[in-house]
């Protein structure tokens, strides 16, 4: 399958449906390939619009997936309409699925040390097939390589990386090529999810593309971060008028 990509604001997003991300980063685990996926939403594309070595990195990623609505809006508003949202939460249980079926070996990095050790524990329950080789919490030394040593060491299949944007790319892309196999994949707050430290958004609120919302009123102190929405749709709204 070759991959189509739509190019919003110097990001190519991967253009397949979700399940055809699955099916790609599955068949990569399985052929013991080194890949990085990146599940991009508005807040970390204006990122990589202001910082240059964040955006250098996002684009080294073998997958960069539309994680938000605002990005698949933008897409359809730019006339190069992606297929569809690709969720990280939803493809990180996904992989953890298959993951069950299949055996894999998984490293969860990331969290503080309790939401850490209970998302381990909420996956061991939920997928006891999964093989939980290793875990560490997310406050550690980059100027050390004892972390990245250990997980070299039990040779996982998916590398689980909660460190928050922009530290989880950066220390992917400080660290992947001194591995030979694996998938890394930032996946923020979604540890928080798994730990049940944090509810997702009911599916009602999913199914209108309000999940955003549901997470403010949940967390109002999230609304700075919310402020980067309109900002990235003005941007867009230029584009599209200057053309």
């Known amino acids: 399958m070759k991959a189509k990509t739509v190019n919003i604001l110097g990001i190519d997003f991967i253009n397949l449906r979700f399940d055809d991300v699955v099916e790609i980063a599955a068949r990569n685990i399985?052929?013991?390939?080194?890949?990085?996926?990146?599940?991009?939403?508005p807040e970390i594309v204006m990122y990589a619009c202001e910082h240059t070595e964040y955006r250098q990195i996002v684009q080294t990623a073998a997958m960069v997936?539309?994680?938000?609505?605002?990005?698949?809006?933008?897409?359809?508003?730019?006339?190069?309409p992606l297929e569809e949202r690709v969720a990280g939460y939803d493809l990180m249980v996904r992989l953890l699925e298959l993951g069950d079926q299949k055996?894999?070996?998984?490293?969860?990095?990331?969290g503080k040390d309790y939401t850490n050790k209970k998302?381990?524990?909420?996956?061991?329950k939920r997928y006891p097939n999964v093989q939980i080789v290793g875990s560490h919490h997310?406050?550690?030394?980059?100027?050390?390589?004892?972390?990245?040593?250990?997980?070299?060491?039990v040779q996982p299949d998916i590398v689980f990386v909660a460190l928050g944007f922009p530290k989880q790319e950066q220390w992917i892309a400080r660290n992947i090529?001194?591995?030979?196999?694996?998938?890394?994949?930032?996946v923020g707050g979604s540890i928080?999810?798994?730990a049940g430290e944090v509810k997702r958004a009911p599916?009602?609120?999913?199914?209108?593309?309000?999940?955003?919302?549901?997470?403010?009123?949940?967390?109002?102190?999230?609304?700075?971060?919310?402020?980067?929405?309109?900002?990235?749709l003005i941007k867009i709204f230029q584009i599209k008028l200057s053309k």
């Open 30 to 41: 399985e052929e013991q390939k080194k890949s990085f996926i990146v599940t991009a939403n």
């Open 65 to 80: 997936v539309p994680d938000g609505i605002g990005i698949v809006i933008a897409s359809k508003l730019i006339n190069h």
């Open 103 to 110: 055996k894999w070996r998984i490293y969860l990095l990331g």
């Open 119 to 124: 998302a381990v524990y909420n996956i061991s």
């Open 138 to 153: 997310g406050f550690f030394d980059w100027n050390e390589t004892t972390v990245a040593d250990e997980i070299k060491a």
């Open 177 to 186: 090529d001194s591995f030979t196999k694996g998938l890394f994949m930032g």
């Open 192 to 194: 928080d999810v798994l």
């Open 203 to 232: 599916l009602f609120w999913r199914k209108l593309n309000l999940e955003w919302l549901y997470r403010l009123l949940k967390q109002p102190s999230r609304w700075r971060r919310i402020l980067a929405l309109p900002r990235f």
